[in-house]
């Protein structure tokens, strides 16, 4: 594009210099207020002169029905009237000296003067005038039309004579005790006497315009300045951005998020926040009616910015909070929240397959040890020593099978498992045993469950028989199927569980095992197993307390204690989970058969 032989260049709207929305909203604003201002000012001017006006229509009435009512005038207009009914009679026909002399005029110019007003005029029943301000006037027929007046009727007008814009009421006057209308009486006010009264009017009300005007444009600021505090210096294309990025964010990551302010009330969430924290949240929510276990609230609440587990039904989650501020100013709390479910089941497998690893090779190098005896005896030549040792390793021997009681388990998976923990518990200074009441007849249908409950029970327990003060260090597990229901039982030999924690050893972060070992902390593994146990409709139970030697727990003596087959002493938890087995043979041969 050229103009005058030149090429017209404009700036690219990136460069151009914009106007920040909040300074175009003070000045909508402002226009606004000035517009509605000018508009109010406008409409008070035009009913304060309509009100003016009337105002001085009644007060001329009020002065023209006060002049008709003097004796003086009624006398006066009937007589001039009478005199018109002869030739050469009348008012028309009255030298002004005598009008001007009479009691009419007496009497119109002494209201003028008292009333302020600016003419008093009477008439008689032709429309003569009788009284006048002006003397040249008398004898004279009005200028405007007496019909109304004179036949009986008020008027009110506005009127252009010979002194200027009037405001004129116009009353009959009637001749003394009669109803007969020989005259009108005129009084009237200058246009330019109202006109003045409602400048000074405006000019108040401009007073009161000025006033509101600048309260206005002060509360306008005061609302751009707490616009510009609400959105934090953003514009709106700036704050259009962050809501897309933070939809794309939300909704994009794997990971929950649920952001509180101040008051404890939910602003941001997404649906993987609402998924793993089982919470009906949307934003406006309090925190406090969501529903949320204490362990979350806790973390919420205070945020240390350490990651820390938590159990939320069948799921171990991870919980991460942190304080949020902007420019010194408290936004809230974020909670980030990790599903870690998938990872603690793998994880207890692995601790299961990496137990049994150890165990195999640890029978391993045994096995070798034992050809090497074998060996050794053959080449001896010692005969009946071999075979007694060769009927020790079958289990067929005085020496017997290396977990007794296993052969109560069908199903191979326990049966490893059990293996697995045996190896743990013997790298731990512990005995595991299985109890006599011990008959599994069915295949597991839901190993993960199983094996998450049934490992933290074991794992608890051979961690308090390690540590506990009596000897030997004995855990006791035992099985037992019905139907399709699995109920374990695990009694260990430690120091058992304090009074004090008997209630809250299932709630949330409570361990009595030192919380600084663990990533998160502790006090999970019991409250997921809980979960997982009621989920299937099932539970866990801490059936005794026990407690240290001597403090009145139920302690046997050990020859009594092989004798009953039992290990007592310490905590015993009992748990029971439905739906976790495949029924399975019930009769003994069949169980013997499937050896």
């Keep these: 594009m050229r103009f005058f032989g030149r090429t017209a260049w404009w700036p690219p709207a990136s460069r151009r210099k914009r106007v920040r929305l909040r300074t175009q909203v003070l000045l909508l604003q402002w226009a606004v207020v000035a517009v509605t201002l000018a508009l109010a000012f406008g409409v008070f001017a035009y009913f304060n002169e309509h009100r003016l006006v009337r105002e001085y229509e009644l007060r001329a009435l ?16 009937a007589q001039y009237s009478a005199a018109n009914d002869h030739p050469g009679g009348g008012a028309a026909h009255t030298p002004r000296a005598v009008l001007a002399g009479g009691p009419v005029q007496t009497a119109a110019q002494a209201a003028r003067k008292r009333t302020k007003s600016l003419f008093v005029v ?35 007008a506005n009127h252009r004579a010979h002194l200027g814009n009037e405001v004129v009421a116009k009353v009959p006057v009637y001749a003394p005790g009669s109803s007969t209308v020989v005259g009108e009486a005129n009084a009237g006010v200058a246009v330019s006497d109202v006109r003045a009264q409602l400048i000074r009017v405006l000019a108040g009300g401009l007073g009161w315009l000025a006033a509101a005007l600048l309260l206005g444009f002060a509360a306008s600021a005061l609302l751009a300045r707490r616009w510009k505090r609400l959105t934090l210096g953003l514009e709106p294309e700036e704050l259009a951005g962050l809501v897309h990025e933070q939809e794309a964010v939300l909704h994009g990551i794997g990971e929950g998020v649920l952001a509180v302010d101040g008051e404890e009330k939910v602003t941001v969430v997404n649906d993987e926040a609402r998924r793993l924290l089982a919470a009906e949240a949307r934003p406006g929510r309090a925190i406090a009616a969501l529903g949320l276990t204490p362990r979350v609230l806790e973390v919420i609440r205070t945020p240390v910015g350490t990651p820390v587990m938590a159990a939320v039904g069948e799921r171990v989650l991870v919980l991460s909070a942190r304080r949020v501020s902007r420019d010194g100013r408290d936004l809230g709390t974020v909670l980030t929240v990790q599903d870690r479910t998938d990872v603690e089941s793998l994880t207890r497998q692995l601790d299961a397959v990496q137990a049994m690893s150890s165990a195999l090779r640890a029978q391993g190098h045994e096995f070798a040890n034992r050809l090497h005896v074998l060996a050794a005896l053959a080449h001896g030549g010692h005969l009946a020593e071999t075979t007694e040792y060769v009927d020790t390793l079958l289990g067929t021997g005085r020496l017997g099978g290396a977990l007794p009681g296993i052969d109560a388990v069908r199903d191979s998976y326990m049966r490893a498992f059990l293996t697995a923990k045996a190896a743990h518990a013997r790298e731990s200074g512990v005995t595991l045993v299985i109890g006599g009441a011990t008959w599994v007849d069915a295949t597991v249908a839901a190993p993960v469950d199983v094996t998450t409950v049934f490992s933290n029970l074991v794992d608890n327990a051979i961690d308090a028989a390690r540590h506990g003060a009596r000897t030997p260090r004995l855990v006791e597990v035992e099985l037992m199927s019905e139907g399709t229901t699995l109920l374990i039982t695990v009694a260990d030999t430690g120091d058992g569980i304090s009074p004090v924690l008997a209630d809250a050893v299932f709630r949330e972060g409570v361990s009595t095992k030192d919380h600084t070992t663990a990533v998160g902390g502790r006090g999970i593994g019991l409250a997921l197993s809980l979960g997982i146990a009621r989920s299937r409709g099932g539970g866990i139970r801490l059936a005794e307390l026990g407690g240290p030697p001597g403090t009145g727990a139920r302690d046997v003596p050990e020859e009594q204690a092989a004798e009953q087959d039992r290990v007592s002493g310490g905590a015993v938890f009992v748990a029971r989970l439905p739906g976790v087995m495949e029924p399975g043979a019930t009769d003994p041969a069949a169980l013997e058969d499937s050896r």
């Design 62 to 77: 009020a002065v023209a029905r006060t002049v008709a009512a003097q004796p003086a005038v009624r006398r006066g207009a």
């Design 122 to 156: 009477v008439t008689d029943d032709h429309g003569i005038r009788l009284a006048h301000p002006q003397l040249s006037q008398l004898g004279v027929m009005v200028s405007t039309d007496p019909s109304g007046a004179l036949s009986g009727h008020e008027v009110l």
